[in-house]
T-cell receptor, first 117, second 113 residues
């Protein structure tokens, strides 16, 4: 399957600081990438859709100024959690769709565990 | 009512057992069905991808879709301790809209020696 690399795998930061998470599609190009958030024992919640060359599309209830998304190239999307607070502590996962044949399949990064002190 | 219902488990089975994991859904527009395996603190890994009703087999895994009942299943034969993980079902109305996958909450599976 396709490979999506996410970095860092975990990060601890102080309240008020910003944290950047990178998501790369290693062996395919992705004009679109997706960012999810997952709380313990809960399913994935889509936060936003990252679009190469244009603004990200945010889901209802997700603060654009809190979660900055940049899709710098066809293989890289970044999520920056600005002025992080303890309630932002969560597991963040990116994904990228691979279009091949009639169907599109979604591949996920390994996730980033963010802990805000 | 959630669009996709999945028993969160945990489900504990002995090694070698046949495991049955299930999801029900309410949106009749769903046509693409997926099963993901997620190990603790890792991203989901695509296991099976099926379109419309029917069965699909891949090694020890069989995915089954019954659109008339709005019910999908994942069967794992000869379960191994390495199969211990959370299994998420996901579905969408059409391809090209992978961002709008609707996920189940996941079933935690524990395969014991």
């Amino acid at each position: 399957g396709a490979v999506v690399s996410q970095h860092p795998s975990w990060v601890i930061c102080k309240s008020g600081t910003s944290v950047k998470i990178e998501c790369r599609s290693l062996d395919f190009q992705a004009t679109t990438m997706f960012w999810y958030r997952q709380f313990p024992k809960q399913s994935l919640m889509l936060m936003a859709t990252s679009n190469e060359g244009s603004k990200a599309t945010y889901e209802q209830g997700v603060e654009k100024d809190k979660f900055l998304i940049n899709h710098a190239s066809l293989t890289l999307s970044t999520l920056t959690v600005t002025s992080a607070h303890p309630e932002d502590s969560s597991f963040y996962i990116c994904s990228a769709p691979l279009v091949g044949g009639p169907n599109e399949k979604l591949f996920f990064g390994s996730g980033t565990q963010l802990s805000v002190l | 009512q959630k669009e996709v219902e999945q028993d969160p488990g945990p489900l504990s089975v002995p090694e070698g057992a046949i495991v049955s994991l299930n999801c029900t859904y309410s949106n009749s527009a769903f046509q693409y069905f997926m099963w993901y395996r997620q190990y603790s603190r890792k991203g989901p890994e695509l296991l099976m991808y099926t379109y419309s009703s029917g069965n699909k087999e891949d090694g020890r895994f069989t995915a089954q879709v019954d659109k008339s009942s709005k019910y999908i299943s994942l069967f794992i034969r000869d379960s191994q301790p390495s199969d211990s993980a959370t299994y998420l079902c996901a579905m969408s109305a059409r391809t090209g809209t992978a961002s709008k996958l609707t996920f189940g909450t996941g079933t935690r599976l524990q395969v014991t020696l």
